[in-house]
């Protein structure tokens, strides 16, 4: 162990010495990737995971499960440094993110595209490892993720982009796991998107009073005081289409008693933002990470 210790040691100072400005910049590339705050990575996961086992009828094999583990981290992360980049005006004027790295000034935006330029070169090449369908779909995942944060200042629906975004794993992992898109698949996508337009307009709900005043669009002002029961007749169509698509796939009983579990989590969110207060409405959109995961157990069971 005391040798263990002492070679990682030696190799952080190697390190230090010879990247000092990079490794003074760690802790503040951490809160950029968002790293240490990984819900998005997980609302990420389960989805393209969950399609992932269904195109390989089971545990797929471990490079496929391996490349979409570490590319859907890689592009979360992508993803955060794009968005801070757009939004380092903004942050600043947001209670729950003026302490970002680009909002502070420990980062510049720079610093953010370089970053993102980055993961996503490491990404692409993870995805060179699969197929020329996938590789073609990987330049829309991209694009994606770029124009997302640019879409509140156009757009009352960036959540609808960032459904499209969150939601396009899926379509790659059946293209990777069998070089083709089913039918069925399509239903997962739109389950998939109106699950995330649902969680993220909760999330926006919880800067709407600073987004009304900077002047940034989201669907939790489009909404307004339909809000809650537009969030609730997302879910419900959430719930129809994923079990839809259940059955066109044969998934067996745990995943429509997985189904049962997902929809009694979605009734405890509009419980928690029944006052709209902004503490409460973070916490539903944290749950969603629990409704991906049972969902997800619910596939993992059917193919046991």
């Known amino acids: 162990m005391n040798s263990l210790q002492t070679f990682a ?5 190697q390190f230090k010495s010879r990247f ?4 003074d910049k760690l802790p503040a590339l951490t809160e950029l990737t968002r790293i240490n705050k990984p819900v998005g990575i997980y609302l990420l996961l389960w989805p393209t995971v969950g399609a992932l086992w269904i195109a ?10 391996l490349i979409f583990l570490l590319g859907t981290t890689l592009m979360r992360s992508a993803g955060c440094c794009v968005n801070d ?14 302490a970002r790295p680009l909002a502070k000034g420990t980062l510049t935006r720079k610093d953010a595209i370089l970053c993102f330029s980055a993961l996503s070169v490491v990404s692409f090449f993870l995805v060179l490892l699969t197929n020329e369908k996938t590789i073609i779909l990987s330049f829309a995942a991209v694009a994606l993720v770029a124009i997302y944060p640019f879409m509140k200042r156009f757009t009352n629906l960036p959540q609808l982009v960032l459904g499209i975004a969150f939601s396009w794993g899926i379509l790659m992992a059946f293209s990777a796991a069998t070089t083709e898109v089913p039918q069925a698949a399509y239903l997962l996508f739109v389950a998939n998107c109106l699950w995330t337009v ?3 307009t909760q999330y926006a709900m919880v800067d709407r009073e600073f987004d009304i ?11 307004g005081d339909a809000d809650k029961i537009i969030i609730a007749c997302l879910q419900g169509m959430f719930i129809i289409a994923i079990a839809l698509a259940g059955r066109q796939f044969e998934l067996g009983t745990p995943f429509y008693l997985s189904l049962i ?3 009694a989590l979605l009734a405890y969110q509009q419980f928690l933002i029944r006052d709209r207060l902004p503490g ?3 916490k539903a959109f944290l749950n969603n990470n629990w409704v991906g995961a049972v969902i997800f157990c619910g596939i993992f069971l059917s193919y046991l």
């Open 213 to 223: 005043k900077i002047g940034v669009k989201s669907t939790a002002i489009l909404f």
């Open 85 to 98: 980049f757009a939004d380092y005006k903004i942050d600043g004027k947001v209670d729950r993110t003026q």
């Open 280 to 282: 409460p409405c973070f």
């Open 56 to 65: 390989e009828q089971g545990f797929p094999r471990f490079s496929l499960l």
């Open 20 to 23: 000092p400005e990079f490794y």
């Open 9 to 13: 040691s030696r190799l952080v100072t």
């Open 261 to 263: 579990v997902a929809s």
């Open 198 to 200: 649902a969680y993220d």
